[in-house]
């Protein structure tokens, strides 16, 4: 029983970090159809950006949002000068400029940083905490605890907020949001920064746990995807639970099989959803001619 409360406590944690992946997918597809493979790159530059921030001299907190309002820059950015001219290009065609950003963006990494593996202490130490036999990080709670606070004051935004409500009325329909003056342009570039600064910050509260590298976004990304596709790519609350569900899936592969295989149950995952149920857990069902 001891090992399957830590294998438990092992999946929510990572879980959580997927399920601010698959957020921050969903907040993009929502907004403009894109599916943005560089999601796991902001998650690596929230944990990178840190860990420099800290070696020159800040403290954490300053180097933590430092490196979340960097990124988030780098989103809007990524918007402007990449998935703005793209506009009515085939969508396949979108996807591979965000796989070809997020390999920039990689190999920029590995020469604006190094190509080490770093971590930093986590937020309130390093001892092990102990329920019924098994053992819990201190910072697993921060990440747990976080990702909650992150999708708590998301409903808040969108249903308290104007800009919110907007930013659902695009994803509900575009042309009309527009015909009713909403900016949807801005509403892109928002989605976009938001996305980013959500994905730094998850960076920011794992990488203390599974430490970083300039080359650990392109895993990342594929897992959060898998996580959206298996709650429902553009439903927030389907982030959720498919990012929670993947994070427990790996935790009992690993313990109960092999941790070789972990690795292969986000990409077995998707090829049964993509087979069995495209719509995912929460997802709508529609049909569109091609």
């Known amino acids: 029983m001891s090992d399957l409360l830590q294998f438990l406590f092992s999946g929510l944690t990572v879980g959580a970090v997927y399920a601010l992946l698959a957020l921050g997918f969903t ?3 929502n907004a403009s159809d894109v599916v943005n493979f560089a999601q796991g790159e ?10 420099f921030g800290i070696a020159a001299g800040l403290p954490v907190p300053l180097a933590a949002l430092a490196a979340i309002m960097g990124t988030a820059f780098l989103g809007v950015a990524l918007n402007k000068l990449a998935i703005e001219p793209a506009r009515g290009a085939p969508v ?64 808040v935004f969108f249903t308290r907020s104007l800009t919110g409500k907007a930013m659902l009325a695009t994803s509900n329909n575009r042309l009309a949001a527009a015909l009713v003056g909403i900016n949807t342009r801005y509403i892109m570039t928002l989605s976009f920064g938001l996305s980013a600064a959500i994905g730094a910050f998850a960076g920011v509260l794992v990488t203390p ?3 970083t590298a300039y080359n650990v976004g392109i895993g990342l990304a594929l897992s959060g995807f898998a996580a959206a596709m298996l709650g429902g790519l553009g439903n927030p609350v389907g982030a959720l639970v498919g990012g929670l569900l993947l994070g427990i ?30 719509q995912g857990l929460f997802g709508s069902k529609h049909a569109e001619r091609v």
């Open 27 to 29: 907040i993009i597809f």
């Open 42 to 51: 902001f998650v690596m530059l929230g944990g990178m950006g840190t860990v």
């Open 92 to 155: 396949v065609s979108v996807i591979i400029i965000t796989i070809g950003a997020a390999i920039f963006i990689q190999g920029a990494a590995s020469v604006l940083f190094d190509k080490q593996i770093h971590r930093y202490p986590g937020f309130s130490g390093e001892r092990a905490l102990h329920f019924g036999g098994a053992t819990l990080l201190p910072q697993s709670l921060w990440v747990m605890s976080g990702a909650a606070m992150i999708f708590v004051a998301l409903w």
């Open 209 to 211: 746990i599974t430490m």
């Open 249 to 278: 899936l790996e935790a009992l592969t690993a313990g109960y099989i092999s941790s070789q295989y972990k690795d292969a149950v986000a990409f077995i995952l998707i090829i049964l959803l993509l087979f069995f149920m495209p």
